[in-house]
């Protein structure tokens, strides 16, 4: 029961860490041409584009791969100045500015030879699907001015656009068994094998806007809107994924603040669409989730 424990925090911890992050690398970089090269060294960049922050992470790994999935390894990663790029409703231009610091260091890591055939990746989670909804416009010219930037870039650039929650649940589910070994795992003799009693974790993770649950259930998952179904390794998983916008700790902490100024008589102007109808809702560019009387 201990052992179990300490698995299903170890999970819950590296979910936190590194959600929608060699996930989707594994699932992009599967199809990735390994050109004449197949037992080069290749490298990939993700930007892991949260509600609060946006992270860059380069990895690498053999052209080679097991039943038509890479072994990746994280090589290094670098933290966006400023908040999330869903914060920059008033200046879509700065969002791609705050991008430029992360790619002048993968750029430094990564051979000069390697740079045209090195896929650049940016996923964006529930921030941007919050801002999306208010205003698609916003989200439209945020994801130009940052596609415009990496593409400055001798990279190979390979889209910028919001995930689904359905995306980022399954690949927070992935992350978690990636790094506990229990899709592949490699042997003392050099092998990468599967293991026979790895048990498949399911994932609970918390972010700022939204929360995800994701497991493989014992029976097939009849709702279509939280089906799920990977190949990784030469295994096919079905996996049940919803995601809950609107759940994630700042909102919940926000959801907090409208009910306070509520209740203390004050009539709070929002735009958003986490709070009920019936607030008085008018859009505040400079801050969407910000409060006001």
Known sequence: MGIQMKALLLGAAMAAVACTTIIALILSLANHQTLDRPYSTQYGIVFD???????????????????NTGIVSQKQSCDVDGDGISSYVQNPLAAGESLKKCLDVAK?????????????????????????LQNKSFADSILAEVTKTIQSYQF?????????????????????????????????????????????????????????I??????????????FNLQLYGYKYELYTHSYLCFGKDQALRKLQV???????????????????????????????????
């Open 214 to 227: 994701s497991f493989t259930p014992k029976d097939t998952v009849n709702k279509t809107d939280s089906a």
């Open 49 to 67: 584009a949260g509600s609060t922050h946006t992270a860059l992470f380069l990895y690498q790994w053999l052209g080679n791969k097991e039943n």
């Open 156 to 212: 190979d650039f390979r889209g910028a656009r919001i995930l689904s929650g359905m995306e980022e649940g399954a690949y927070g589910w992935i992350t978690i068994n990636y790094l506990l070994e229990s899709f592949i795992k490699h042997t003392f003799e050099g092998n990468w094998i599967h293991p026979k009693a790895g048990k498949i974790l399911g994932a609970l993770d918390l972010g700022g806007s939204s929360t995800q």
């Open 259 to 293: 009910y306070l100024h509520k209740t203390a008589g004050s009539s709070p102007v929002i735009s958003h669409p986490c709070y009920h109808v019936g607030y008085n809702l008018s859009l505040t560019l400079n801050d969407p989730l910000k409060l006001s009387k």
């Open 108 to 132: 430094a890591a990564i051979p000069e030879g390697e740079w045209k055939t090195t896929p650049v990746y940016l996923g964006a989670t529930a921030g941007m699907r919050l801002l999306s």
